[in-house]
């Protein structure tokens, strides 16, 4: 199982690479997360107080 989750890693480390050297990419991604950021204040500040 140990072998298993060092080549999950290994994947998602090499993918992160790619994306963050890629500048459309990381555009894209950093976008996303500001996105959803924005959606959880947007949830916040929408809920009542009673």
Known sequence: MKR?????????????A??????????????QIQSMGRKKEDKLSNSTVI
């Not at 298993?4 to 992160?16: D, E, Q, R, S």
């Open 18 to 31: 790619y994306l963050l050297r890629n500048k459309d990419s990381r555009n894209k991604i950093m976008n």
């Open 4 to 16: 298993k989750n060092t080549w999950l890693g290994v994947a998602v480390g090499l993918g992160a």
